[in-house]
C-alpha cells in the first residue's frame, strides 16, 4: 500500500528565505506526482507536475524534484513572500491505479 | 464553468438525516473524483469517473455513501443516515484525461464542509 509522509509538518521562516519541502513515497511504482497548494477553507490548488519520466519541473520560484528511485520528491521555493504561506501537500498517483495518494501536508508560515 | 463548482459550500445537517453534495466539473473533463478530508487527516481518495462510470469506488468508506454522474458532467455524492464521522470536507476535481503516464493534473473545487449534529 502507498503511503506518502511529508516533512516538516510545519515550518515557519522569514520572509525572503530559501526553503525546501520534502514528500516521500514508499512506492517508486508511480505515473507521476503532483504538488499542491491549500490555503485555509480552501480547495487545493496545483503547482506543479512531474511525470514519471521526468526530474524536475519549474514554476516562477517553485522548483519540484523527483527521484523515483528513492522515492523522494523536493519543492524548492525561492525568495520566500507572506503569500506563500499555506499547506503544500504532495501527492503521487499509483501506477494501475486512477486515484492520487496524498500526504498531510507542510503547513508553511511565511513572517514578514 | 471556469472551475470546478461544488454545492453547497456548507451543510450541517442532523444525525440520521441524508446529505447530496453536489459537483459540477471543469467543461470537457472527462474524468471526475471525490475526495474526504477530514480535520487532521490527509485527503482520503473515495470515488473516481471516467465519464458516467466509476472504474473505482474502492475509496467509499460504507454502503451509506453512494455517487453517481449524470451526461458525463455533474456528479452528486449522496450519503444516507448521516453519522458524526462524516463529518468532514468532501473535494471534488476533475482533468482533462484518465490519469495515467500521459496524465493532465488535477483541478479541484473548493469543497462542501458536511458537519453532522
Known amino acids: 500500500k502507498q503511503e506518502v509522509t511529508q516533512i516538516p509538518a510545519a515550518l515557519s521562516v522569514p520572509e525572503g528565505e530559501n526553503l525546501v519541502l520534502n514528500c516521500s513515497f514508499t512506492d517508486s511504482a508511480i505515473y507521476n506526482l503532483q504538488w499542491f497548494r491549500q490555503d485555509p477553507g480552501k480547495g487545493l490548488t496545483s503547482l506543479l507536475l512531474i511525470q514519471s519520466s521526468q526530474r524536475e519541473q519549474t514554476s516562477g520560484r517553485l522548483n519540484a524534484s523527483l527521484d523515483k528511485s528513492s522515492g523522494r520528491s523536493t519543492l524548492y521555493i525561492a525568495a520566500s513572500q507572506p503569500g506563500d504561506s499555506a499547506t503544500y501537500l504532495c501527492?503521487?498517483?499509483?501506477?494501475?491505479?486512477?486515484?492520487?495518494?496524498f500526504g498531510k501536508g507542510t503547513k508553511l508560515t511565511v513572517n514578514p | 464553468g471556469a472551475g470546478v463548482s461544488q454545492s453547497p459550500s456548507n451543510k450541517v445537517t442532523e444525525k440520521g438525516k441524508d446529505v447530496e453534495l453536489r459537483c459540477d466539473p471543469i467543461?470537457?473533463?472527462?474524468?471526475l473524483y471525490w475526495y474526504r478530508q477530514s480535520l487532521g487527516q490527509g485527503l482520503e481518495f473515495l470515488i473516481y469517473f471516467q465519464g458516467n462510470s466509476a472504474p473505482d469506488k474502492s475509496g467509499l468508506p460504507s454502503d451509506r455513501f453512494s455517487a453517481e454522474r449524470t451526461g458525463g458532467s455533474v456528479s452528486t455524492l449522496t450519503i444516507q443516515r448521516t453519522q458524526q464521522e462524516d463529518s468532514a470536507v468532501y473535494l471534488c476535481a476533475s482533468s482533462l484525461f484518465p490519469r495515467g503516464p500521459l496524465t493532465g493534473e488535477l483541478f479541484f473545487g473548493e469543497g462542501s464542509r458536511l458537519t453532522v449534529l
Open positions: 467543461s470537457g473533463h472527462t474524468a
Open positions: 501527492a503521487v498517483t499509483q501506477g494501475g491505479s486512477e486515484k492520487l495518494v
